[in-house]
């Protein structure tokens, strides 16, 4: 017979956790998590590569310092998670061009300026045609030269803050760190799940999390939800929480019966979906400027986004110490990765997705094509190389979500609202801070307080039936 819960969890990525924290914090206790594949932490992932672990999801936490503390920030000092403090904003005074010259740094900044310019420009217009005004200022400039393509991809994937205020940086804090620790950034999340289900032996034994389920149907109605996985499993619940990133949503992984209405549809359509992929490549030795300033660099080339953004995985031990956490002094980008020898790649959208489609190799020709021409033909071939998918894999189909520039509240509220009994979370379900990990963990506890409220509202409705009888 089908089992039954009073809460079904489908996802156990940061949301999904913290949400059924939330709730048997609460004294929901009769809930069950269903994770499609073998592990929990979803695009919170550690992977191994050359004999250490890697983050192949998010690295950074984002957002530290500021008028609001991050909860992120808060949990990885509580579970001691090794991090370091890291500022990428640097890559755009280390310009490569294709014949491995840098270029200057006045030409740098001064491209840079710029294009800020030019995007503030972009974005006061769309307001402008939004309020049914026409343009009103001069266009954008469009870039054009290998220089103004690999800031123009600097700034729109990576730096939108000095553009749009975004309220991760606006009320969290500028300031970032890079997660160093062999145990991974999923280490928090064992540490949340730990404290609400069983644990045994630094693993999650408690039969409330069921992995490898991967949730193919949801039937609802007024009276609650049938789930059924693609092993033919039926999880019958009151409510379900489903964490499941916008991608997932968008694509025909889960079929709704009755379908979703199309309000919901509609606000989930509207969402972007960014694919953000950092490959990993391993070298014998190094053979990049090492030192304060270098750790990103930049490859400008007659194409957008093509291998453009690198960072290396620097080698000096460095001991986390939460006394002294947010003293820029000797804390930047020194990590745990003794003699690493590690570049990070980092591609997004079109180009996480043309190299998702082709052979590594081919990614690896590639790659050590964009480093030859950088620092020249004596560049030793990388010995191991990791390029992680995000776009192909059926249970994310995105890195994280988007908004439009100028969505409005209410798509907000519609991509979050419920429907009946279920009920949304995930990182794409928070209005400030969506696309992030601390957008995801405040998402979570989000869900769980207006499913708790639904929960008395509901007692209250059946207290009034049974008057009524
Ligand atoms: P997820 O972690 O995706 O959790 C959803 C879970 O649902 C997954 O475990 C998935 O397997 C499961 N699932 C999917 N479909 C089903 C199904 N049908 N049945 C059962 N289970 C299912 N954020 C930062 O703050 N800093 C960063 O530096 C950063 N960098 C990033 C780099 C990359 C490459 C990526 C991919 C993301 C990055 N992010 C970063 C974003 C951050 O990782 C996410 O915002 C956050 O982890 C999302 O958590 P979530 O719980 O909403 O979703």
Known sequence: SPSSSLVIIVGAGISGISAAKALAENGVEDLLILEATDRIGGR????????????????????????????????????????????????????YDQSGKIFPSAVAADSYKRAVESAIRELRNQEANLDGISSILEPPMVPKTPIELAIDFILHDFEMAEVEPIATYTDLGEREFLVADERGYEHLLYKMAESFLRSSQGEIVDSRLKVNKVVREVHYSRNG?????EDN??????????????GVLQSDLITFSPPLPKWKTEAISKLDVIVY???????????????PGTEFFLYAHEKRGYYTFWQYI???????????QLSRSGLHMENAYPGSN????TLTNEESKRVESQSEEETLREAMGALRDMFGPQVPDACDIL??????????RCSYSNYPML???????DVKAHVGPIFFTGEHTHERFNGYVHGGYLSGIDTSKALLEAMMMGEEDENEEDEEE
């Open 44 to 95: 919170i992932r550690k992977e191994e590569f050359a004999g250490l672990n890697v983050e192949t999801g998010a690295g950074w936490i984002q957002g530290v310092g500021g008028k609001e503390p991050n909860p992120v920030w808060d949990l990885a000092s509580k579970s001691g998670l090794r991090t370091c403090y890291s500022d990428y904003s640097n890559a755009r005074f280390n310009i």
């Open 225 to 229: 939800v049938s789930l059924k996985t």
């Open 233 to 246: 499993c039926v999880y019958n619940a009151k409510y379900v929480i489903l964490s499941v990133s916008v």
């Open 277 to 291: 992929t950092k490959i990993f490549l391993k070298f014998p030795y190094k053979f990049w400027p090492c030192g």
């Open 314 to 324: 620097q080698d000096k031990a460095f001991t986390h110490d939460p006394g002294h």
């Open 342 to 345: 590690i570049l990070v790649v």
């Open 387 to 396: 390029v992680p998918k995000w776009w192909n894999n059926r249970f994310q």
């Open 407 to 413: 969505a409005s509240q209410l798509d907000f509220r």
